[in-house]
């Protein structure tokens, strides 16, 4: 069966600092790979999705940025984090062929002092 | 109006009672939709897809669409205690490639 590591699970930054978060997906072959933002209070808003390796697509501009270095293998990374950076970070994927049914991770909390 | 809108407030529920979501969704997403529940402090996990006008049960969870009227719902049977979390609406939004989400409705089942 497939199962979606995250990590850290939460983390503490200041402002300025850089960020790296890591999303692996094992159990599966070239899945699709997202990346979503939970905000307090809002709804989920997707960040970057990616079909293959090198191949990432951004939904909003922002300070932050997305690779696929490998196959099952999705990182989110910012050079300078933002206050409005702080959210719950969820990586997801999904079947080539059933893109629309989304499985995510158990999540990343970030809080940006 | 947004693509999927969930516009009820906290539904609270006794256990043992039917707990009703409903999802509304304009003509800009397809007809693939889906059921996320979400415990507090967690992420949201599938329990529901639905693509077909009807009915669609899986244990005490049932999924309505109704085409016609363009609403999706969620109905939970037997509520239960575990019942108690977020469930956030999905569609498919084709034109843009992407999940479209609700906003999500807090279901409280009270023991």
């Known amino acids: 069966s497939q199962t979606i590591h995250q990590w850290p699970a939460t983390l503490v930054q200041p402002v300025g600092s850089p960020l790296s978060l890591e999303c692996t997906v094992e159990g599966t072959s070239n899945p699709n790979l997202y990346w979503y933002r939970q905000a307090a209070g809002r709804g989920l808003q997707l960040l970057f999705y990616?079909?293959?390796?090198?191949?990432i697509s951004s939904e909003v501009p922002q300070n932050l940025s997305a690779s696929r270095p490998q196959d099952r293998q999705f990182i989110l990374s910012s050079k300078k984090l933002l206050l409005s950076d702080s959210g719950f970070y969820l990586c997801?994927?999904?079947?080539?062929?059933?893109?629309?049914?989304?499985?995510f991770g158990p999540g990343t909390r970030l809080l940006v002092l | 109006q947004k693509e999927v809108e969930q516009n009820s407030g906290p539904l609270s529920v006794p256990e043992g009672a039917i707990a009703s979501l409903n999802c509304t969704y304009s003509?800009?997403?397809?007809?693939?939709f889906f059921w996320y529940r979400q415990y507090s402090g967690k992420s949201p996990e599938l329990i529901m897809s639905?693509?077909?006008?009807g009915d669609k049960e899986d244990g005490r969870f049932t999924a309505q669409l109704n085409k016609a009227s363009q609403y999706v719902s969620l109905l939970i049977r037997d509520s239960q205690p575990s019942d108690s979390a977020t469930y956030l609406c999905a569609a498919w939004d084709y034109g843009n490639n992407r999940l479209a989400f609700g906003k999500g409705n807090q279901v409280v089942v009270i023991p």
């Open positions: 997801a994927w999904s079947d080539r062929r059933m893109q629309e049914t989304q499985y």
């Open positions: 003509d800009r997403v397809s007809q693939s």
């Open positions: 990616s079909i293959g390796i090198d191949q």
């Open positions: 639905i693509y077909s006008n």
